[in-house]
């Protein structure tokens, strides 16, 4: 049973346009959700995260959307860059433990 | 700050054989996570320890994977007998808190 999913399992985008990734979740319990960025043959790199408290949350470039009733988050990206191109990784968990369920990835490629 | 450390990057072994996995977290994180990676997927937690004591291992394969952290720093994952299907890389990660977790650069395994 996947608790977290990830759709989409790549991305093409334009150089400084917007890149949307997409992640679903099946367990009420979850009330923490990251996003994880991952180059080749190096670990996950934390990107943003959100409380289910809040429905979005901001950092530079990068905003994460909550849809608590439908149970969906996205990562938006703008303006994406060349750099950006990487696996993005959704991840959901509980504040009162540590345990986090990954989506799959989505492999996101900016062209420039 | 130093970073997760984990050794080695890379082992190849054959079916049938043994392998152990050593990991270093980040200095003065109590809680300490080993999670598998499969080619195309996320990664999928295997245990945690908070300090030198076992929180979660529900997703461990006990007859054949086992993890130590003594004197709650350091962690070493074994595997014994390997098979075929343990090929994956093993991230090793640490956090403070039950939210962000740190990746290291993790262990790519390949079984023969």
């Known amino acids: 049973d996947q608790q977290v999913k990830q759709n989409s399992p790549s991305l093409s985008v334009q150089e400084g346009r917007i890149s949307i990734l997409n992640c679903d979740y099946t367990n009420s319990m979850f009330d923490y959700f990251l996003w994880y960025k991952k180059y080749p043959a190096e670990g996950p790199t934390f990107l943003i995260s959100?409380?289910?408290?809040?429905d979005k949350n901001e950092d530079g470039r990068f905003t994460v959307f909550l849809n608590k009733s439908a149970k969906h988050l996205s990562l938006h990206i703008v303006p994406s860059q060349p750099g950006d191109s990487a696996v993005y990784f959704c991840a959901a968990g509980g504040t009162s433990y540590g345990k986090l369920t990954f989506g799959q990835g989505t492999i996101l490629t900016v062209h420039p | 700050e130093a970073g997760v450390a984990q050794s080695p990057r890379y082992k190849i072994i054959e079916k049938r054989q043994s392998v152990a996995f050593w990991c270093n977290p980040i200095?003065?994180?109590?809680?300490l996570y080993w999670y598998q990676q499969i080619l195309g997927q996320g990664p999928k937690l295997l245990i945690q320890f908070q300090n030198n004591g076992v929180v979660d291992d529900s997703q461990l394969p006990k007859d054949r994977f086992s993890a130590e952290r003594l004197k709650g720093v350091d962690s070493t994952l074994k595997i014994q007998p390997a098979k075929l299907e343990d090929s994956a890389v093993y991230l090793c990660a640490s956090s403070q808190t039950n939210n962000e977790q740190f990746f290291g650069p993790g262990t790519r395994l390949t079984v023969l």
């Open positions: 959100i409380s289910s408290i809040k």
């Open positions: 200095s003065g994180h109590a809680t």
